[in-house]
C-alpha cells in the first residue's frame, strides 16, 4: 500500500510477498492427504495500493484502493494526521472500526482488514461502495429527485440496520442523509460509525457530538444519557425530512438549530397537515422530546412506514382490480345490449313472416317455436 505521504509498491514486489508453503510441513494438526497452498501476505505497503482521495471528515480520511492480493477495489480509512499521535483520538478511530467491523449486517459495510502504515498512521479497509449519498438524492430537484415511496423504502432499511446495531449493542449517534449511501444497485448502508458508543457505557454526553439539525435533546443538553432513544430521534429527524422534503430543525446559525432540537420545534404547517396521518404519528412518536416516551425500537419505526406502504400498495392494487372490474361489467353491458338488438331484430323478423291461414301444421308449429325461444331470451 502507498500511503497518502508515501511512495508506491511496484505490482511485482507485491507478487513476491505469496508464496506457497506445504501444510505438512508446518503443523501436525494441519491436512494429512496432499500439500495445500497457504498464501502468506507481505506488508501493508505492498498489498494495498491508494488510488484516489474520496472525502474527510473530522477524524479520518477516505481513499479509493486496490487490494493487489485479491484484486478488488477497496476503500481505506485513515486518521487525519493531526490526530495519529493523540491516543485518545487513535482510541476512538480503532472504536469505530471494531463497531462497524462487528456488524454482520447487509447494510453496514464490512471491515476487512486494520493495520498502520509505514509512518504509524491507523487506517482500516473496508468495501468501497459505488454510489451516492441520500444527502445528494434529497437535494435533487424536479424529475430527478426520487419520489417519497422509494425514498421510504430506503428508509426501512436504515432502520433495520440501526435496529440490528442496537440488539449488537451499539448505538450510531450520527445517522444522518450524509452517512448513507444508496449503491448504484440501490443497495443501502448506514456508513460513518466515527461516533458510535456500546449501549452498555451509558453517558450523559461531556461533550457536543453530532450534526446539529440530527441530533438530539439529550446531545445537546446532557441532562440524559445516550442511548437507543437517542438514534430512534435521529430517524424521526429523518423520517420528517423525506416526507416534508426539507429538514426538520433549522435555523440562521448553529445555536438556533440547537435551540429548535432541544424545544423540539418543527414547521407544521399546512403542507404537514396534507402529509399522511400515519407518517405525521410516526415521526413525533420518534421525536418526542422525552426519551422514553419515543418509538421503542427502530424496528417499531420501520414496522410503521412499511405498513403505510404496504397500504399505499393495497390500495393501488385496489384500484387497479376496481378498474378491471369496471371494464369487465362494461363489456358485459355492451354484450347484452347487442344480443338484445339482435333478439329485437329476430322478433320483427317472425312476426313479419307470420306463417298465412293455408300454410302447414308443421311450418306454423316451427314459426311459434322460434317466437316462444326469443320470448324466453328477454
Known amino acids: 500500500m502507498n500511503s497518502p505521504s508515501g511512495e508506491s509498491a ?27 497452498p497457504r498464501i502468506e501476505i507481505g506488508s501493508y505497503e505492498q498489498r494495498y495500493q491508494i488510488e484516489k482521495f474520496v472525502g474527510a471528515g473530522g477524524m479520518g480520511e477516505v481513499y479509493r484502493g486496490r487490494d493487489r492480493l485479491l484484486a478488488r477495489d477497496i476503500a481505506l ?3 487525519l494526521p493531526e490526530h495519529s499521535a493523540d491516543p485518545t483520538a487513535c482510541a476512538r478511530f480503532w472504536r469505530e472500526a471494531l463497531h462497524s467491523g462487528g456488524l454482520g449486517h447487509p447494510a453496514i459495510p464490512p471491515v476487512h482488514d486494520v493495520g498502520l502504515d509505514s509512518s504509524g ?18 437535494d435533487r430537484t424536479g424529475e430527478e ?61 461531556a461533550v457536543l457530538r453530532g450534526t446539529p439539525a440530527y441530533m438530539s435533546p439529550e446531545q445537546v443538553t446532557g441532562d440524559a ?65 422525552r426519551p422514553d416516551r419515543r418509538t421503542g425500537q427502530a424496528g417499531d419505526l420501520a414496522a410503521a412506514v412499511q405498513e403505510f406502504l404496504d397500504g399505499r400498495a ?26 338484445r338488438r339482435d333478439i329485437e331484430r329476430e322478433r320483427s323478423a317472425l312476426r313479419s313472416e307470420t306463417p298465412p291461414s293455408w300454410a302447414t301444421p308443421a311450418a306454423k308449429e316451427s314459426h311459434w317455436e322460434r317466437l316462444e325461444r326469443i320470448e324466453e331470451w328477454q
Open 145 to 205: 429527485r426520487w419520489r417519497v415511496p422509494r425514498l421510504l423504502a430506503v428508509f426501512v432499511q436504515v432502520c433495520g440496520a440501526v435496529q440490528f446495531a442496537h440488539d449488537a449493542g451499539t448505538l450510531h449517534l450520527d445517522i444522518k442523509p450524509e452517512n448513507i449511501m444508496i449503491g448504484d444497485h440501490s443497495d443501502v448502508y448506514l456508513v460513518d460509525w466515527g461516533l458510535a458508543e456500546s449501549s452498555d457505557e451509558v453517558r450523559h454526553p
Open 225 to 289: 444519557p445516550v442511548s437507543s432513544a437517542t438514534d430512534i430521534f435521529a430517524l424521526g429527524a429523518l423520517l420528517y425530512e423525506i416526507v416534508m422534503g426539507r429538514r426538520a430543525f433549522v435555523g440562521q446559525d448553529t445555536d438556533r438549530v440547537l435551540d429548535r432540537v432541544v424545544a423540539v420545534e418543527f414547521e407544521r404547517g399546512a403542507a404537514w397537515e396534507r402529509a399522511a396521518p400515519e407518517l405525521r404519528k410516526a415521526i413525533e412518536l420518534a421525536l418526542d422530546r
Open 314 to 339: 393495497a390500495e393501488r392494487r385496489n384500484r387497479r382490480e376496481a378498474r378491471v372490474l369496471v371494464e369487465t361489467v362494461r363489456e358485459r353491458d355492451l354484450t347484452r345490449d347487442r344480443l
Open 77 to 79: 480509512k485513515y486518521i
Open 10 to 36: 511496484s505490482p511485482d514486489d507485491a507478487l513476491k510477498t505469496v508464496t506457497f508453503v506445504d501444510w505438512s510441513s508446518t503443523s501436525s494438526s494441519g491436512p494429512t492427504d496432499g500439500p495445500e
Open 121 to 138: 498512521r491507523p487506517f482500516y479497509v473496508m468495501r468501497l461502495i459505488r454510489g451516492t449519498s441520500l444527502r445528494g438524492i434529497l
